[in-house]
């Protein structure tokens, strides 16, 4: 569906994207990620037809990207996207749905589904009176208007709260599900690891590492195995009532189990540790990925507020507490100046 052939980026000498290749299945979800000034973002943008590549070819389907007839198929997201503030969601989605002609009916019928998916209730209330959530809703909404076959979607929970994070991953999941190819960038780790099929790793404008994240795993990252035992050996320290070795592979693992049981010993437990995703994007990138940390087990699922307050509330421009950071506020948030379209 997405097919990028040795794609070069250049300004004013500067190498943005070197030589870039890779290519993207339907109904797929494939991750670009990469610290600041990777390229991330101009590979998105080539793929968009928003960029004319320096060098290489980018086609949909066989269709160039940069082909107005390709662009009408193909709905993005870029990871800053003002809205017209004075709309109302209705309004502004109507009117993106008149740009690519598609009959105010069938808009409508879109329109609604997805508002309905995206679970946003406060349609006919003006979008400068909004959170950055119901916005950011909004926005993928507008990615749908035209019923695009691709999607490229530049960290789409960029800045969002962890509820509303979660839902626009699981949404971004569903249209993968139905069949739509999806391009997805993101600075968090585990957002990549949760929902991509494939990734691809960028640093200075080229990919140094490719595959499935358990291919970049075997590739790149080295798994430990802990073995726990009744016996101590000369490779395991004090653990409690058990005795753990960190071995490097299976073949230590076995020669462990060996000699324990000729002590009359026993190997209790063997539990495999993965690498983590930041671990390999620190190998392979050389540099940690920006806002990311090892996630410990068990707080994967813990949801940890995104803005200043420890209890899920967002603050307004005055530095008052506003409503809970999420989607279903009833309150106006102030809009900092510039940030109208």
Do not use: W
């Amino acid at each position: 569906m997405i097919s990028v052939d040795g794609l070069r980026k250049v300004y004013d000498g500067f190498v943005a994207v070197h030589d870039s290749r890779f290519e993207v299945e339907p109904g797929e979800i494939f991750g670009v990620v990469g610290p600041n000034g990777a390229g991330k973002t101009t590979t998105l943008k080539s793929v968009a037809g928003l960029l004319e590549p320096t060098a290489g070819d980018v086609r949909l389907a066989g269709d160039p990207a940069d082909d107005p007839a390709t662009r009408s198929k193909l709905g993005f997201l870029p990871e800053e996207s003002p809205l017209y503030e004075d709309m109302t969601a209705l309004s502004y989605l109507r009117f993106f749905a008149d740009l690519y002609d598609v009959p105010r009916e069938t808009a409508d019928e879109r329109i609604a589904e997805a508002l309905d998916e995206l679970e946003l209730e406060h349609r006919e209330r003006r979008l400068g009176d909004v959170s950055k959530g119901m916005k950011r809703k909004v926005a993928i909404a507008r990615s749908l208007v035209n019923d695009p076959d691709v999607l490229v979607y530049d960290e789409p929970a960029s800045g969002l709260d962890p509820l509303t994070t979660n839902y626009v991953l699981e949404f971004t999941r569903d249209l993968a599900d139905r069949g739509k190819t999806v391009l997805f960038s993101a600075h968090n780790l585990y957002h990549v690891e949760s929902i991509c099929d494939r990734v691809v790793i960028m640093n200075e404008g080229r990919i140094v590492a490719r595959g499935t994240i358990d291919e970049i795993r075997a590739e790149h990252g080295d798994t430990t195995y802990r073995v726990f035992t009744t016996v101590e050996t000369d490779e395991t320290e004090p653990s409690g009532e058990r005795h753990v070795a960190e071995l490097p592979d299976m073949a230590a693992v076995d020669d462990l189990r060996e000699r324990v049981e000729t002590t009359g010993g026993r190997v209790v437990d063997i539990r495999t540790e993965e690498p983590s995703l930041e671990e390999i994007f620190l190998d392979v990138a050389g540099q940690p990925m920006p806002g990311n940390r090892r996630v410990e087990p068990g707080e994967r699922d813990a949801a940890v507020p995104a803005s200043p307050g420890d209890d899920g509330t967002q603050t307004t421009a005055d530095g008052e507490s506003g409503q809970p950071a999420d989607d279903d506020e009833n309150g106006r948030l102030e809009t900092p100046p510039g940030d109208q379209d």
